[in-house]
């Protein structure tokens, strides 16, 4: 059932316009992917395709408006004293069981858009200090690097986007990371 489209109420109805865009966006690229269809968003929207453009030049700018949540709170868990790489990495895991599109989006190999160079930065960040902290207490081995645990976060992310119900990713994710830990852990 797609939404109504609302009357025009002008410039007021911007703000509310880019939330239901994010919005309707967060659940196509859930459902459908990276891929999924701008027209089918700005539809959930309740607002047309020229609001949607006007808002988000493209796809990529969508998807990172998106993402920008999903970063922040993976920021503000590894901001917090205490936490742990397994945690950290535990939310990465339920945000791809989510959305397999923001986890591929940071993962994939560097791409030339400095957005996606900025996102992958904020994601490389915040797991540098839990890693660091788990090789000083000996649950992680030293040569372990940030970009292993990019590299495994994608492959992740490439298993889980090829299951279609979230029950199944769910137990997969649980898999995967059993054998990933293997590799990772002292």
Do not use: C, K
Not at 19 to 46: C, K, M
Not at 101 to 130: A, K
């Amino acid at each position: 059932m797609s939404a109504t489209r609302r009357p025009n109420r002008g410039p007021s109805a911007a703000a509310g316009n880019r939330a239901a865009l994010i919005a309707a966006a967060r659940n196509a690229f859930a459902a459908s992917g990276y891929d999924a269809s701008l027209t089918d968003v700005a539809r959930a929207a309740g607002v047309g395709q020229g609001s949607l453009y006007r808002h988000f030049p493209d796809r990529l700018s969508l998807a990172l408006a998106v993402f920008d949540d999903s970063i922040a709170e993976l920021e503000a868990l590894a901001a917090r004293p205490g936490t742990t790489l397994e945690e950290v990495l535990a939310l990465v895991t339920e945000q791809a069981i989510a959305s397999t599109t923001f986890i591929r989006l940071v993962t994939m190999p560097p791409q030339p858009d400095p957005r996606i160079l900025e996102l992958r930065e904020r994601v490389q960040n915040l797991l540098e200090g839990g890693l660091a902290e788990a090789q000083r207490a000996g649950r992680v081995r030293a040569e372990v690097t940030t970009h292993d645990l990019l590299l495994a976060i994608g492959m992740l992310a490439l298993l889980l986007a090829e299951l279609p119900e979230q029950a199944g990713r769910t137990q997969a994710a649980e898999r995967i990371w059993r054998m990933l830990r293997h590799g990772i852990e002292t």
